[in-house]
């Protein structure tokens, strides 16, 4: 129903032509006002701003103001202009009387405007509805508000007196009234809570911890803690120990430690957070030190002070005094963290190298957790367990496990660290695109976790799938790496970092590497170390002490790697056999033994063990180009979309040569094309869309192409074990090499295809 308000149409009148700002929330009948005006005036009205005369309905304000335009806005950020705000817009009493009267509701009239005031969405609506009862209809007017408003002006000492000339100020007291009764959600809380704080002193402090089991149970936790710390003390305690972790998990590491410091006697439970808090700023001492001590008084409470200890030492590197304290927290029998104790302490093992006894933990640890639906549990299980069978050369395993595992963790930090480990074996089974895509996942909750170790180990993984592609960025990412790491206190990731920086030249960075792997290193890990050092420097003692160190650990992954090293040191037909069962047994798959094997089927095939070498002929990796008789690529989900073979043909020429000048490719390519530069622009455009843009690029005036590791191009393939074979004088291995792979690549061939 449209009440007719000529007082307010006089005004808009009053204030042309400099312009009117009308200002109010929702239901005061701005824009009713303000179509009515232009209307009876011929003006337009329009919801977007143009600097026409006009009248203007928007959510905020325009950035200026020009003569002859009546606006109405939310909010009001403008210097002084004629305005007509929440005062002027309110209801009279004689329009009240004039509304009840038209609704036959005029014995209502009195009551409807002392309760209501000026509102007049409200004072309508009850009239209509024939109440006086006003709490809900104001309730419900307020949660529709106030959400959309700008917040901050309620942030400010406003006058009373404006409050309660528009109705607010006893509307509010009455809402918080019945809030303590019947409860009023919390999204209201921020903008009552400042006007009362600027017109009431604060209330009980029994009634503030009703109030916040309310924010609590809403999930409101900053707000809480902020309102908690301006009682501080017993209150805020109580609040950081219900709120305290929630916040740390969603990456509001800071805000927990500025109400945190402020508690004087922290509690067991402030305890166990406090620790969670200093691990995750990568302070470990510092959370192991508020940890000593621990009162053994509340049994559950230990466990969980034993969990978190044992939890900083192997984040340290201090992995036997780790699995001791996880053996502790086993010890303690049937416990509801018994699940957990086995999952951590098969953590440990891993990192000790022990991976057999730990998958031996990990899947007591997953049964119980299955059986008690500790879907938590079941998942770090299963992440951990995916890592044992990754280590012990499972690797498709492993894809599998940590596939499973991922739907199970909603958590940031812990989605990062799987997507990271899914990351790593993908790109050890020479998935690179698949990999990149997963690492880049994991970067992004990295980044929303806060969490300095797993940004560390995001960027490290990156920076290891960049380098094996030969892609210039990968010391960028180290040295990014490292920065991170070095904040979480992690000496084994760094080892890591700086043996992929010596892998590309970096000088000082291999014997750095060694260092910091011996401070929080495994024998598995040191295996690791002394494999690369051994392709760095060329001597065959690093792939014995490697081979020494690997059977120690009982990593099967590392020592197959040792003893092909080795093997290529002195090949042999015999020896060549034997690791040809054991590659095959372990599916082939992993094209760190891919790229440094082909003497080994070569000669396997000579022994009798033709396996291999067919494995190899057909072709593995997640791009297969062929280009002996034809050209064609395709991937695990299907063919490479390319317009045409000139593409294709593109990108073989200089994964051949590297890199090639972009004129005389451009000639050589389209050489009866009037533009056969823009159309060498458009190959690499489809090409790069249809590939992976990092790996095809213009590089001053040549364009580049990176063969990542994971393709499987028949010519290469050739070429490379045809030189093996002719170097190993093995006639029979190279008369099937040619029969399985005959012709050879010649670009000429295809250069006058369409």
Request: aromatic share 8%; net charge neutral.
């Amino acid at each position: 129903m449209y009440l007719h308000r000529p007082r307010l149409l006089r005004a808009l009148q009053e204030g042309l032509p400099e312009g009117v700002l009308v200002h109010a929330p929702a239901g005061f009948g701005k824009t009713l006002l303000l179509k009515s005006f232009a209307e009876a005036k011929g003006l337009p009205y329009r919801r977007d701003w143009s600097p026409e005369p006009g009248c203007y309905d928007l959510r905020k304000p325009p950035p200026e103001v020009l003569p002859g335009q009546v606006v109405a806005a939310r909010q009001a950020r403008l210097p002084a202009l004629h305005r007509l705000g929440p005062e002027d817009l309110a209801f009279t009493p004689e329009e009240v009387g004039e509304l009840a009267r038209r609704l036959g509701k005029r014995e209502l009239a009195g009551p409807v405007h002392a309760l209501f005031g000026g509102w007049p969405h409200l004072t309508r609506k009850a009239l209509e509805r024939g109440e006086a009862a006003w709490t809900p209809e104001l309730r419900a007017f307020l949660e529709g508000l106030l959400p959309p408003l700008d917040l901050r002006p309620f942030l400010l000492p406003l006058p009373e007196a404006a409050f309660r000339q528009a109705g607010f100020g006893e509307a509010v007291e009455a809402l918080l009234a019945q809030a303590l009764a019947q409860g009023v959600p919390l999204r209201l809380l921020p903008a009552l809570a400042a006007y009362l704080e600027a017109t009431h002193p604060l209330p009980p402090e029994e009634t503030a911890r009703r109030l916040l089991e309310a924010a609590l149970a809403l999930g409101a936790w900053e707000e809480a803690l902020e309102a908690a710390g301006r009682y501080g003390g017993g209150l805020l305690l109580w609040t950081l120990e219900r709120a305290g972790r929630p916040l740390l998990e969603g990456g509001k590491v800071e805000a927990f430690f500025r109400h945190a410091e402020r508690v004087a006697h922290p509690s067991p439970r402030l305890r166990l957070l406090l620790a969670l808090g200093h691990r995750m700023r990568g302070e470990l001492d510092r959370g192991l030190a508020v940890l000593e001590g621990f009162p053994e008084e509340d049994p559950a409470l230990l466990a969980e002070a034993l969990l978190a200890q044992g939890t900083l030492l192997g984040l340290k590197g201090a992995h036997g005094e780790a699995e001791d304290v996880f053996s502790q927290g086993v010890a303690l029998g049937e416990t509801p963290l018994r699940a957990r104790f086995l999952t951590s302490r098969g953590a440990a093992r891993i990192r000790l190298g022990r991976y057999r006894e730990a998958a031996e933990d990990l899947e007591e640890a997953l049964f119980l957790s299955r059986k008690e639906r500790l879907k938590e549990v079941e998942a770090l299980a299963l992440h951990n367990l995916a890592i044992a069978r990754h280590h012990l050369g499972e690797l498709a395993e492993a894809v599998r496990l940590y596939r499973e595992v991922l739907p199970l963790k909603t958590a940031p930090l812990s989605r990062a660290y799987t997507l990271l480990a899914l990351g790593e074996a993908l790109s050890y089974l020479g998935r690179f695109l698949e990999a990149k895509r997963t690492l880049f996942r994991a970067r992004e909750e990295a980044w929303a976790s806060g969490d300095y170790r797993a940004m560390g180990y995001t960027l490290l993984n990156l920076a290891d799938l960049y380098r094996e592609a030969g892609l210039p960025e990968a010391e960028g990412l180290y040295r990014e790496a490292e920065a991170h790491l070095e904040k979480a206190h992690d000496p084994y990731a760094l080892g890591l970092v700086h043996l992929g920086l010596a892998r590309l030249g970096a000088k000082g960075s291999l014997e750095r590497a060694r260092a910091l792997f011996q401070e929080g290193g495994s024998p598995g890990e040191l295996a690791e170390w002394h494999l690369v050092a051994g392709r760095l420097c060329g001597r065959p003692e690093h792939f014995e002490e490697a081979l020494r160190l690997a059977e120690k650990a009982g990593a099967g992954r590392l020592l197959l790697l040792a003893r092909l090293e080795l093997f290529l040191k002195a090949p042999s037909p015999g020896e060549a056999k034997a690791l040809a069962r054991e590659v095959l047994k372990a599916g082939f798959q992993d094209f760190w033994l891919w790229e440094r094997a082909f003497p080994l089927p070569l000669l396997a095939f000579e022994a009798g063990e033709e396996g291999l070498l067919e494995a190899l002929l057909a072709g593995v990796g997640w791009l297969r180009a062929r280009s002996l008789k034809a050209l064609e690529a395709r991937t695990e989900e299907g063919p490479l979309p390319l317009p045409s073979r000139k593409e294709l043909l593109l990108l073989l020429l200089l994964w051949r040569r590297k890199a090639l000048e972009a004129e005389a490719l451009a000639r050589l390519l389209f050489p009866g094309s009037k533009n056969p530069k823009k159309r060498l622009q458009v190959a690499v455009h489809h090409l790069r869309e249809a590939l992976d843009p990092d790996l095809v690029r213009l590089e001053g005036e040549a364009y580049r192409a990176y063969l990542p590791p994971g393709v499987w191009w028949d010519a290469r393939v050739k070429e490379g074990l045809l030189r093996w074979a002719r170097r190993l004088s093995l006639p029979q291995a190279q008369a099937r090499v040619e029969e399985a792979l005959p012709g050879r690549f010649s670009p000429q061939a295809y250069l006058t295809d369409p």
